[in-house]
C-alpha cells in the first residue's frame, strides 16, 4: 500500500510541519491527511487525524473511500484496514534529530526496509548493556510513532528491538518516569480506529 501524507494545508508532510511538542524530543504535526492508494483491489482511501492530547494520540475524524472505476462492496470493505493506514502515515508526521540540535528529520526517513524504524544495527546498539540514554531516546520514539498510531507501543518495542515483553515493558515504565512520554498515551484494549 502506498501513503502519501499532506498538512492539513494539502501541503507534502515534511519534518517542518511538526510543530506540537510531545515528549522530551519529538514534535509532530497537530494534524494530517493520509491517501492510500490500493487499499483493496480498486479503492483508495483518505483519512484526516488531528492530535487529542487529551487522548494523547491522533484521532481520526475523517475517512474516505473511493473506487477507482468499480464499487465499493462489503467484501471490498473487510479488507480495508484503517490501522494499516494509521501506521503508514505517522512516521511522517513525528520529527526528531539524532544529535542534540533541534529536529530536523522526519521519523519517516529512519524507516528500513520490511517497516523498520530502527535499522538492526542501532536496534542491536540499543539494546546493549551500558547504553541507556541511547535506549531512551529510542524508547520515546518507537513508543511515540506506535502509540500515536494507536498501536500497541510496548508490542512495537518488542518486536522492534527483539527483546521479551517483560523487558520492553519495564523500559517503557523508566522512560514514562523521565517525562519522556508525555503527551502520548495508549490505552490497553482499544481499537486502532478509536
Same mark, same amino acid.
Given at each position: ?25 519529538? !514534535? $509532530?504535526? =497537530?494534524?494530517?491527511? %493520509? ?8 479503492? /483508495?482511501?483518505?483519512? @484526516? #487525524? ?65 517497516? !523498520? $524504524?530502527? =535499522?538492526?544495527?542501532? %536496534? ?8 541507556? /540514554?541511547?535506549?531512551? @531516546? #529510542? ?56
Amino acid at each position: 500500500m502506498k501513503v502519501d501524507v499532506y498538512t492539513l494545508n494539502g501541503e507534502k508532510m515534511t519534518w517542518r510541519a511538526a510543530t506540537q511538542p510531545v515528549g522530551t524530543a519529538l !514534535r $509532530i504535526a =497537530p494534524g494530517f491527511t %493520509a491517501r492510500a492508494f490500493d487499499v483493496a483491489p480498486g479503492l /483508495d482511501a483518505q483519512l @484526516e #487525524a488531528n492530535y487529542s492530547a487529551d487522548e494523547g494520540r491522533y484521532l481520526i475524524t475523517k475517512f474516505e473511500l473511493v473506487a477507482d472505476g468499480g464499487e465499493i462492496t462489503h467484501r471490498a470493505l473487510r479488507l480495508v484496514s484503517i490501522e494499516s493506514i494509521m501506521r503508514a502515515a505517522a512516521p511522517h508526521c513525528i520529527a526528531l534529530s539524532l544529535d542534540d540540535g533541534p529536529p530536523n528529520m522526519s521519523a519517516h526517513e529512519l524507516t528500513t526496509t520490511e517497516g !523498520r $524504524i530502527l =535499522p538492526t544495527w542501532l %536496534a542491536a546498539q540499543v539494546v546493549a548493556r551500558g547504553n541507556r /540514554d541511547e535506549r531512551m @531516546e #529510542a524508547i520515546e520514539l518507537l513508543y511515540g510513532i506506535a502509540a500515536l498510531s494507536g498501536n500497541p507501543p510496548v508490542q512495537a518495542i518488542k518486536q522492534e528491538l527483539g527483546i521479551p515483553h517483560r523487558t520492553a515493558s519495564d523500559w517503557t515504565k523508566k522512560a514514562r518516569a523521565e517525562g519522556r512520554l508525555a503527551g502520548m498515551s495508549y490505552i490497553v484494549g482499544r481499537q486502532a480506529d478509536g
